[in-house]
C-alpha cells in the first residue's frame, strides 16, 4: 500500500487535482465576495469585525496553496497549510450541525450550494488525506523546483 501512496504518478495526480480545487475555490469566493462573506457570517464562529478580513483571507491563502501545489513549489509545507485548512472547515462544518444551523456551507460559492452536513465532512475528509499525503510524501514530479528532471 506505501509503494501506491508514495508513487510519483499518484502524488503528482493527486498534486493537481488539489491544486485546481484550491484555485477554483479561491476563484469562485473572490468572484462572489457577498456571498462568501454571507456564508462565513452563517457559521457565527467568527465576530463580525473579522468576517469581513477573513473573507478576504480565505480565498488569497487558497489560491496560493492551489498555485503552488500546481507548480510543485514546495509541495510539503503547502500540503500542511492545506491540512490545516481542511481540519478548521471540517470543525466550521462539525460545529454548524452541533448547533443545528441549516447554512451552505460555501465551500464553492453559489455553483455548489450544498449545505453543510456529513457528506460535506465527507468531503473535506477525503481533502484532507490528499494534502496529508502530500505533505507527507511530497511530490516533485513535473516541479518547476525538480532539477533532477524526473
Avoid: H, W
Avoid at 80 to 95: H, K, N, P, Q, S
Amino acid at each position: 500500500m506505501k509503494n501506491i501512496l508514495s508513487n510519483n504518478y499518484f502524488l503528482f495526480a493527486v498534486r493537481l487535482l488539489l491544486g485546481f480545487l484550491f484555485i477554483y475555490s479561491g476563484v469562485i469566493k473572490i468572484d462572489d465576495s457577498g456571498y462568501f462573506v454571507k456564508s462565513l457570517d452563517n457559521y457565527k464562529l467568527l465576530p463580525p469585525e473579522f468576517v469581513n478580513f477573513s473573507a478576504l483571507l480565505i480565498p488569497a491563502i487558497e489560491l496560493i496553496i492551489g498555485t503552488f501545489l500546481l507548480l510543485g513549489i514546495f509541495v510539503k509545507e503547502t500540503a500542511l497549510v492545506a491540512d490545516i485548512m481542511m481540519i478548521v472547515f471540517i470543525a466550521a462544518i462539525i460545529t454548524a450541525i452541533a448547533r443545528g444551523l441549516d447554512i451552505e456551507c460555501g465551500c464553492f460559492g453559489t455553483s455548489d450550494g450544498t449545505r453543510v452536513g456529513l457528506i460535506k465532512i465527507i468531503e473535506n475528509f477525503f481533502l484532507l488525506t490528499g494534502c496529508a499525503l502530500l505533505s507527507v510524501f511530497g511530490s516533485q514530479f513535473l516541479s518547476v523546483t525538480d532539477r533532477r528532471g524526473k
